[in-house]
């Protein structure tokens, strides 16, 4: 663990040591085993149960008067799963498409409205086009979350456009209308070139990777300056990030005879 110079937040910490009371053994508490487990005040434990209840992260069992993990955890622990099996999956992929193209090679998935990258390999020569693991960006930034924006459900999608998006360069699509043809066209081609769209001078490509449901759960893609990925290379790097997520897609259990429209969410309004 990285030691930081920040003091830890108290009351979350009690948070968690009310979680780590339970156990395969132990699946349901009473407040009374809590308290005793934890040490705490009985008010300041059920404050912060009702307030995990509230968010999902625990369960009332009233008739038992008991405590049990709630069903957000399964969601957190997916979260990670996949993002594990992704990572272990695509790691020659990703090398092999690194060395194809010698630009930077990225890879992030959808957090709720973020994109976090998960995964990148970085051009050694020339001009450097790079993000941090763990790094989040909104949804709608750059050609990663353009491709993911794609395919997450309508309710979300008409969320993210409520909102005014700030342009990075001149030409950076950020009209709502602009902005659902571009995810319908990249539902259509099934990937997303931009060229000075999310950084002046940079062009990137970009395509989802699918799993066994037939649901977009990753993105992957190239970035590179615009004079490198000319219009001449470019159909080269395009062929190669397809493959490279399709790879990877079939990796993770996804069948090219599988009907891919049912991971295609419905056309959103844009509003």
Not at 166 to 180: D, K, L, N
Not at 193 to 219: D, K, L, M, S, W
């Amino acid at each position: 663990m990285r030691e930081v110079k920040v003091s830890r937040i108290r009351s979350v910490e009690r948070a968690i040591q009310i979680l780590n009371c339970f156990s395969v053994q132990e699946p349901e508490l009473s407040i009374d085993q809590i308290v005793e487990r934890t040490r705490l005040a009985k008010a300041t434990v059920y404050r912060i149960l009702y307030t995990l209840e509230y968010h999902g992260l625990i369960r009332y069992h009233a008739p038992r008067a008991v405590y049990r993990l709630g069903f957000q955890l399964l969601n957190y622990g997916g979260i990670l799963l996949s993002t594990l099996a992704i990572r272990t999956e695509a790691d020659e992929e990703l090398n092999q498409l690194q060395l194809k193209t010698r630009q930077t090679v990225l890879m992030g998935i959808a957090e709720g409205q973020s994109l976090v990258y998960i995964d990148s390999r970085e051009t050694l020569e020339g001009l450097k086009y790079s993000s941090y693991i763990g790094r989040l960006r909104p949804l709608h930034y750059g050609v990663l979350g353009r491709v993911l924006l794609a395919y997450q459900p309508p309710e979300l999608v008409d969320a993210i456009l409520s909102q005014p998006i700030a342009p990075t360069t001149e030409h950076s699509v950020v009209e709502p209308e602009a902005i659902v043809r571009q995810l319908e066209e990249i539902r259509h081609q099934g990937y997303l070139v931009e060229v000075g769209q999310t950084i002046v001078g940079a062009t990137g490509v970009g395509a989802p990777i699918f799993n066994a449901c037939h649901r977009c759960v990753a993105a992957v893609g190239v970035v590179g300056p615009s004079a490198a990925l000319n219009p001449e290379v470019l159909p080269e790097v395009v062929a190669a990030v397809r493959q490279t997520a399709r790879a990877i897609s079939q990796k993770l259990g996804w069948s090219p005879l599988a009907d891919v429209a049912t991971a295609v969410p419905q056309p959103v309004s844009g509003q």
